[in-house]
């Protein structure tokens, strides 16, 4: 089974400051996708980034930065500095690479992240 | 490149009623992947289609139904609405062909209220 745990329900802070949004996952596969997702208040889910289970290297997007530990089952996600337009639902969700699978993203229950001027 | 396209975007039903929401993928992609939100629920798989077969089902009951059409639009249907169906209903396209890689883009999606 998989599950995809974030334990953040709701983060409030001042712009500028950096936050930490926390993802854990379990899966029994050994070739998964992880993700990171967005929803603004339009509903759509905007794509930030996708990680495959054998790239455990860090990455970062201008203000935006991921930690990924398979040790720890972790994906973990950074905004530094943040800004009132990061305000959103950040999603965590997690993918099997297997056959039976298509289509089919676990998705962690979401972050509502307000960032206040 | 246009992007996923839903339609309606909102809508009112009543307990019995039936609805047929509809999915244009982006231009190319072959797959179409249905999700439910709710707020107790979260985003839920509902099915995905390729080449117009259904290749994965979620656990929902028989009345949520899809299908795919040959220029890869996609419908989905929900037969005897109850109250609990109302949701944000997403559509994701993909190339997905053989390869599972979840380069899922998804739609604005088309918002259901059950009275």
């Known amino acids: 089974a998989q599950k995809v745990t974030q334990a953040q329900t709701e983060i409030s802070v001042v712009e500028k400051e950096d936050v930490t949004l926390d993802c854990v996952y379990e899966?029994?596969?050994?070739?998964?996708?992880l993700f990171w997702y967005k929803q603004p208040p339009s509903g759509e889910l905007v794509f930030l980034i996708r990680?495959?289970?054998?790239?455990?290297q860090n990455e970062i997007s201008g203000r935006y930065s991921w930690n990924f530990q398979k040790s720890t089952s972790s994906f973990n996600f950074t905004i530094t500095a943040s800004q009132v337009v990061d305000s959103a639902v950040y999603f965590c969700?997690?993918?099997?690479?297997?056959?039976?699978?298509?289509?089919?993203?676990?998705f962690g229950q979401g972050t509502i992240l307000t960032v206040h001027p | 490149k246009a992007g996923v396209t839903q339609t309606p975007r909102y809508l009112i039903k009543t307990r019995g009623q039936q609805v047929t929401l509809s999915c244009s993928p982006i231009?190319?992609?072959?797959?179409v992947s249905w999700y439910q939100q709710t707020p107790g629920q979260g985003l839920q798989f509902l099915f995905e289609?390729?080449?117009?077969?259904?290749?994965n089902k979620g656990n929902f009951p028989g009345r949520f139904s899809g299908r795919q059409f040959s220029n890869s639009r996609s419908e989905m249907n929900v037969s005897t609405l109850e109250l609990g169906d109302s949701a944000l209903y997403l559509c994701?396209?993909?190339?997905?062909?053989?390869?599972?890689?979840?380069?899922?883009?998804f739609g604005e999606g088309s918002r259901l209220t059950v009275l």
């Open positions: 994701a396209s993909s190339l997905m062909g053989t390869s599972n890689t979840g380069e899922l883009f």
């Open positions: 899966t029994r596969d050994t070739t998964y996708y």
């Open positions: 990680r495959n289970s054998f790239d455990e």
């Open positions: 969700a997690l993918l099997n690479a297997g056959g039976t699978s298509y289509g089919k993203l676990t």
């Open positions: 231009s190319g992609h072959r797959s």
């Open positions: 289609y390729f080449s117009e077969t259904q290749r």
